[in-house]
């Protein structure tokens, strides 16, 4: 819809105002300003004619029917932290903001949470704390995304590698449909296999299948400690090798691998001791019961030793350990002082991780790009940060065939093009060579039956 249309649907959005109220039908421009991105700050958001910031899960539901009555898209957002692009408003579109619903009760007889899609994460964690309870996902903006957004993207993160993703701690869905009707869902039930698995059809669907308005959450006994081994390479290949080495015997609950532009980005926006010679940096953590924690450290220290890592460094001390994966969770901040970037998100099977990072700094070095990596290691899921100049078109032409050949990279070594920030709007050229048309075409088929009208967010994933 074009800009000059706008006039048109102000009629229309007059009702939507007049049904929910002024207090939950944002539409000043300068307001509505601050839904239209997400951190990727793409150039290609739209202008929505207004957004919804839904106070409980019928708001919602006047919303999409509203929206499905006059067939204006619709956009679900969360926090806005996503890094594809999944939360761009559309031009001429509905945003609907699940900002302000945030409340989250804990039941420690069934260990669950019932949640609220705004909660962020970290909430959702200090609620499950107060009653010596855990939710696993954490991703390393745990506390600036969203419950509804980890659920539409299956979030990944740091203990992912042992603990497993988003997906695994979801026991039931409230979901707005695309006609406005409410359906629930599974529920506190660890074990429920009746009818289709349609609760975990929604988890990664990226606000294109229904609007999550509420959660049931499996909460778990709060983790054990944790001890740390910090160990430098002289080249991230040699730590990729300790990684897919240790993958392969032990389960360690975090595997954490940070090359050294990461870690001299790190290094300059906050200074944290790390060795700015390094080539690169693994940070692995082990949280197995008793004596088994220390001899699973001792295995990843020896492994490291044998591949050749410079130093090695372990320790007990929960903060020291913490101090670590800090460093790791401000890779993004610091790396954004560099230049405008490309986020990537691909992941291969571990044994092939070397491979991927040999492929991807051959791609640097022939496109004139930088591309520091960080990556969840021992899931094989890396994040190749490509920066540019984006004020230089050269520069940004350059980076921009990086991004499509760091994905390309990725599915001819069996990988894919996104192991969990999601498709949005910036990968989904690349989607059809993972899946293949067949799978596209299914997809396709679920995503029609469920909403026929193509009004959930239209342009992310397909
Ligand atoms: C510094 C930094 C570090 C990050 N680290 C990680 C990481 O380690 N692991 C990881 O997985 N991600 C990471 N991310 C990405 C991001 O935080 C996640 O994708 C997060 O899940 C997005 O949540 P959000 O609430 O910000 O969602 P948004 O960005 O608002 O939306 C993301 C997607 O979810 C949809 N959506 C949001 N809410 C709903 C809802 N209620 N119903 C239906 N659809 C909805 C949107 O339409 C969009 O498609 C990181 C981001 C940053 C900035």
């Known amino acids: 819809m074009a800009r000059g249309s706008v006039q048109k649907v102000d009629t229309r959005v007059e009702t939507l105002v007049a049904e929910l109220g002024d207090d939950v039908v944002v539409t000043r ?17 739209g202008m929505p004619v207004a957004v919804v910031r839904a106070r409980r899960a019928q708001d919602v539901q006047a919303a999409v029917r509203w929206a499905a009555t006059h067939g204006i898209p619709v956009v679900p957002r969360g926090a806005g932290s996503g890094l594809s692009g999944g939360s761009l408003a559309v031009e001429g579109g509905l945003t609907i903001s699940l900002d302000r619903m945030r409340a989250i009760t804990v039941d420690p007889a069934t260990r669950t949470a019932t949640v609220e899609p ?32 980890n659920i539409a993207t299956n979030a990944g993160g740091l203990c992912c590698v042992k603990y497993g993703v988003t997906t695994d701690y979801v026991l039931g869905l409230d979901v707005v449909l695309a006609d406005g009707s409410l359906l629930t869902l599974g529920g506190p039930r ?7 698995s349609l609760t975990k059809l929604f988890v ?31 080249s991230v290949d040699t730590a990729a090798e300790a990684v897919a080495r240790i993958g392969a015997t032990m389960r360690a609950s975090m595997m954490e691998l940070m090359d050294q532009t990461s870690i001299n980005a790190v290094e300059d926006y906050q200074p944290m001791g790390l060795d700015r010679s390094a080539g690169a940096l693994l940070i692995a953590q082990s949280d197995a019961p008793g004596a088994a924690r220390g001899e699973e450290v001792a295995l990843m220290e020896a492994a490291c030793r044998e591949l050749g890592a410079v130093e090695c ?18 890779a993004f901040p610091a790396i954004e002082r560099r230049g405008s970037l490309m986020l990537e ?17 051959a791609i640097a070095r022939e496109r004139d ?16 940060i490509i920066v540019h100049d984006a004020t230089d078109p050269g520069s940004e032409a350059r980076a921009e065939q990086a991004f499509h050949e760091v994905m390309a990279l990725a599915i001819s070594l069996g990988g894919t093009i996104t192991g969990e920030h999601g498709v949005g709007r910036l990968k ?16 396709r088929r679920v995503k029609e039956a469920l909403d026929p009208q193509g009004i959930l967010n239209p342009g992310a994933i397909f």
């Open 29 to 45: 421009p300068e307001s509505i300003e601050a839904y239209r991105r997400d951190w990727t700050g793409h150039a290609s958001a």
């Open 428 to 443: 989904k050229a690349a989607l059809p060579d993972q899946l293949g048309p067949d799978v596209m075409a299914l997809t």
């Open 313 to 330: 460094f372990t320790t007990d001390d929960p903060a020291e350990g913490e101090m670590f994966a800090a460093a790791r969770r401000a």
């Open 204 to 234: 990664g669907s990226e606000g294109t299948l229904g609007i999550v308005t509420r959660a049931i959450l499996r909460l778990v006994p709060a983790q054990a400690v944790a001890s740390t081994l910090v160990a430098t390479f002289a």
């Open 369 to 384: 790009v930088e591309i520091p990596v960080v990556a969840h290691a021992g899931d094989g899921n890396t994040h190749p």
């Open 118 to 149: 705004g909660a962020f994460n970290a909430e959702v964690k200090a609620a499950a704390a107060e009653h010596g309870l855990w939710y696993p996902p954490d991703p390393s903006s745990f506390e600036i995304c969203s419950i509804g957004g």
């Open 190 to 196: 660890i074990k429920d296999v009746a009818g289709l």
């Open 345 to 361: 998100d691909v992941g291969v099977p571990v044994p092939r991780l070397p491979e991927l990072l040999r492929g991807i700094a």
